[in-house]
């Protein structure tokens, strides 16, 4: 499944995802954008 999720998220950014690192980055950005976005809204 987070194979996957990185495959479509690459297409959706734009990046290639190939090394885990730049997957890794990819996702605490994400995580950090919606702790982010959750805060705002309350």
Do not use: H, P
Not at 2 to 18: K, N, P, R, T, W
Not at 24 to 41: I, P, Q, T
């Amino acid at each position: 499944v987070g194979s996957l999720a990185i495959d479509l998220a690459s297409g959706v950014v734009g990046e290639q995802l190939a090394d885990d690192q730049k997957a890794s980055a990819l996702v605490d950005r994400f995580l950090a954008d919606l702790e982010a976005s959750e805060k705002a809204a309350n």
